[in-house]
């Protein structure tokens, strides 16, 4: 309940069903990262004019956009693949925001912007810490 009405009126609100079935802290991620990706949605690839559903930033090789992003053909299969590969993180204890900036930076983040990783990491970080305070008190 608490995550539709925070997502409420952005595209990831028809996408609260699967990511609620995720673990407390894939969950948390799944949200953070898609607001400081695409702010929920709202800017996100698009693929012959449709809807990707890829609101991560997500680049994998199924279905690729020209841009080399996952384009998605459903939002149950986008929560899915990148809720996996976040637990996937996770069991590597790649487990906070300041570790999670592998998703931003791939394995390292040397050629970024310091200050866009910094700032990818406070924003991430912000929404995660928020959920999970929220999420812990259910």
Not at 38 to 61: A, E, L, M, Q, V
Not at 65 to 70: L, P, R
Request: negative net charge; contains cysteine.
């Amino acid at each position: 309940k608490e995550i539709g009405e925070l997502v409420e009126d952005h595209p990831i609100e028809n996408m609260t069903p699967y990511i609620s079935k995720q673990k407390k802290q894939v969950a948390a991620f799944v949200l953070a990262i898609a607001k400081k990706e695409s702010n929920w949605g709202k800017y996100s690839p698009k693929k012959d004019g449709r809807d990707c559903f890829n609101y991560w930033g997500y680049r994998g090789t199924y279905n690729q956009t020209h841009s080399g992003y996952s384009c998605f053909d459903s939002p149950g299969q986008a929560v899915g693949v990148v809720s996996e590969r976040i637990s996937d993180l996770i069991a590597q204890k790649i487990d906070t925001p300041d570790e999670m900036i592998v998703w931003k930076c791939g394995s390292s983040c040397e050629g970024h912007d310091p200050d866009g990783v910094k700032k990818w990491i406070s924003d991430v970080g912000y929404y995660y810490n928020k959920l999970e305070k929220e999420e812990s008190r259910e």
